[in-house]
């Protein structure tokens, strides 16, 4: 009986990185629910030449393999920018896919955790991949229901996987959904009103596709500030800002991208992006070409689904009705257009104004992710 073998190796030429972008694609071949990420993103997002996070951060990639045959991967990253504003010595995994294999996930923490604490990480947090603004957590609850663009998706087992290997829950991020039919606006409409008289110089725009550069300057001021006391953030470089938004200026539409002013001051905005998750499923492989481009391009507009995906208020904005304005907005600019149902995503399961708000508006909690860390 021939015996089976299992190792792990640093990812180091292009056939290793060509086998760690290609493994989730077998992975989940067979999965009805798995939505396959586009190819050239994926690519771009862990190419420490083009993706500017990486002038930041430290990182490897390694590949497991079962009978020489790719089974695994996972990256070891040190998020120098996050340590620095957080004060804390602290690494993270990310791009996380395995076998449903115990012992092969087992070695591919232990070596990427190793790479981690010999640079001196004393905790170890993830998946985050490779940061907080990427794809994070794992799916411990809601399989039944397909991920929504750029959200992850992973089976049951991963939960088990990750737990036995040593680490527990550090966090859970919510996702809730709500469609027209059980739309709550009238206490919005309400605070609307509120709001207005509190602040009677607040007005909200939608961002100006012809000055996408400037927009994108006034988001990332805004998103830096705003976010600066979540956990998990790292102040975001005017290139790494760029990066993250560059290939979505293809698929915004600003009737979802707004930002609101006070006297003529930026204080907030909000981007909510149509899921097409709903395409990229038809298309199947993650590969634009040759026919990907006109599938996406020509089904764009029939897509009638909302991912609420990022928002931002000045700290001294916060707390003040604001987001609630922003998110009636974008609802009723919804609903205008045809659109049928939304998925608030992702929301801290700390931070129970943002999850009053989403319920308040008649959205329920449909699937769950979760971070972990392991000391």
Request: some cysteine; overall charge neutral; aromatic content about 12%.
């Amino acid at each position: 009986m021939a015996t089976t073998t299992y190792g792990v190796k640093l990812v180091s030429s292009k056939e290793d990185v060509r086998n760690f972008l290609e493994f989730p694609y077998s992975l989940y071949q067979n999965s009805k629910e798995w939505v396959p990420h586009l190819r050239l993103l994926i690519k771009d997002l862990i190419d420490i030449k083009k993706n500017p996070f990486y002038k930041q951060a430290d990182t490897a990639m390694f590949l497991a393999e079962k009978d020489g045959k790719p089974a695994g991967r996972i990256m070891s990253i040190v998020n120098n920018a996050y340590n620095q504003h957080a004060g804390e010595k602290a690494g993270f995994f990310g791009f996380f896919e395995c076998i449903d294999n115990q012992g092969m996930a087992d070695l591919l923490f232990k070596i990427a955790g190793d790479w981690l604490n010999e640079r001196g990480c004393e905790v170890i947090y993830g998946p985050m991949s490779p940061n907080m603004m990427g794809e994070i957590g794992v799916l411990v609850d809601g399989f039944e229901h397909s991920p929504m663009f750029l959200m992850p998706y992973n089976d049951p087992y991963y939960d088990r996987l990750i737990t036995s290997a040593g680490f527990q829950k550090h966090v859970d991020l919510l996702a809730y959904y709500i469609h027209k039919d059980v739309t709550e606006l009238a206490r919005a409409e309400k605070a609307e009103t509120l709001v207005q008289k509190r602040y009677p110089g607040l007005t909200i725009r939608k961002i100006n596709m012809r000055k996408w550069s400037d927009e994108v300057v006034i988001i990332r001021e805004i998103f830096n500030k705003a976010w600066a006391r979540n956990w998990g953030f790292a102040p975001m470089s005017p290139d790494e800002f760029e990066f993250l938004v560059g290939d979505l200026r293809y698929i915004v539409d600003n009737d979802f991208a707004l930002v609101a002013e006070d006297k003529g001051r930026p204080i907030a905005f909000s981007v909510g992006l149509p899921d097409i998750n709903r395409i990229l499923i038809k298309i199947g492989n993650g590969k634009l070409f040759p026919t990907g481009w006109y599938k996406l391009l020509t089904e764009l507009k029939k897509i009638k689904t909302l991912r609420l995906a990022l928002m931002g208020v000045l700290p001294e904005y916060q707390g003040k009705g604001v987001d609630a304005l922003m998110n009636l907005h974008t609802i009723r600019n919804g609903l205008a257009k045809g659109y049928h149902e939304a998925e608030f995503s992702w929301l801290l399961e700390t931070n129970t104004s943002v999850i009053n708000l989403a319920e308040r508006f008649g959205a329920v909690p449909t699937k769950r992710y979760r971070v972990y860390k392991n000391q």
